[in-house]
């Protein structure tokens, strides 16, 4: 049996997310993880994944092993004792450690694979409520956005300690996504910010708030079919993060350059310092864009379409 899952981005509301100020993301597709699940000749679960270099047998993995313990919540939860003999291979084109949610499409692409194997489908709810027990175990207390992105392969408008909302796009969008190549520490930015917000909670507090506005009226404009509109949402919410201190010079000269070659907005996504940022372009220029991110440094461009 196979499954896929794409990877996602953060359009607006980074940072904002972890102060209850509602978080937009979105499906990436032309990134995904691919599992495929077969029955094995030989006794064991093996498990063979190129990128990350793993070729092992189940029980050698340690316990805190993030593919092993995918499968063993999974065989908890169907109630499996006997564990099947099986070859299972994993391949992804999502980049790690780059705000891509490439951990969560792992989890959500290997569940859905190996449920329809061992003839348990399960529903999509169901799979998004496993894959968010693996997210905790890795990350403490994730927000649930990447899980939930990435199950339902849909956008997300999600505020913590609420429903987490899915919507529809209106009409279809071109995003460029640049990777500055350099690992995006959440924690750390996350840390940081909050002793900021500590020193000076007022002026924090109304930061949140204007990105908050963004994230309300941006959703607006993608279920409406105005995405034209996002691009200076956009600029306004970098404007905000650089204030939040949560950007770097790296992301500063993409983002300049996205602009200068023709993007109608652009901003850094996820935790910032490192990792990704974004350019909504039309597509006509997602080539030339991309290009130009390249020219300034970023270690990949993808273009993908939002629809």
């Known amino acids: 049996m196979k499954a896929s899952a794409p990877g996602k981005i953060i359009l607006f509301g980074e940072h904002a997310v972890v102060y209850s100020r509602p978080a937009l993301a979105v499906p990436v597709t032309q990134v995904h993880v691919d599992v495929e699940v077969l029955d094995s ?20 993995l340690p316990a ?15 109630k499996i004792s006997s564990l099947p003999a099986l070859d299972i291979s ?42 968010y027990e693996i997210e905790k175990l890795h990350h403490g207390t994730p927000s649930g956005i990447d899980n939930t992105v990435i199950t339902y392969a849909k956008p997300v408008y999600f505020t913590k300690g609420r429903p987490m909302e ?3 796009v209106g009409k279809p969008f071109t995003i460029v996504i ?16 909050r002793r900021l917000w500590l020193r000076n909670t007022n002026y924090f507090e109304s930061i949140f708030n204007e990105i908050a506005q963004i994230s309300l009226i941006a959703r607006r404009s993608i279920e ?14 970098h404007s905000l993060l650089q204030e939040m201190t949560i950007s770097s010079p790296e992301l500063d000269k993409l983002v300049s350059a996205a602009r200068n070659a023709g ?38 461009a993808i273009i993908t379409e939002i629809k």
Do not use: C, Y
């Open 41 to 60: 000749p030989r006794k064991g679960i093996w498990i063979h994944s190129q990128g990350i270099d793993l070729h092992a047998e189940l029980n050698s």
């Open 64 to 78: 805190d092993h993030p593919v092993g313990s995918v499968i063993l919540n999974l065989f908890s939860t169907l």
């Open 90 to 131: 994993i391949d992804s084109t999502i980049p790690v450690a780059a705000g891509l949610g490439s951990g969560a499409a792992v989890s959500v692409a290997l569940i859905r694979a190996l449920a329809l194997h061992l003839s348990h489908p399960l529903t999509d709810e169901q799979i998004n409520d496993l894959v």
């Open 166 to 168: 899915t919507f529809n």
């Open 178 to 193: 640049g990777d500055t190549g350099i690992p995006a520490p959440t924690k750390e930015s996350v840390g940081d910010l």
């Open 224 to 237: 409406s079919g105005k995405p034209e509109l996002l691009g200076d949402f956009m600029d306004h919410n």
């Open 263 to 300: 993007a109608l907005g652009a901003k850094l996504s996820g935790s910032g310092r490192g990792g990704n940022m974004i350019a909504l372009v039309d597509q006509a220029k997602a080539e030339s864009v991309a290009g130009a991110l390249i020219s300034a440094g970023a270690k990949r």
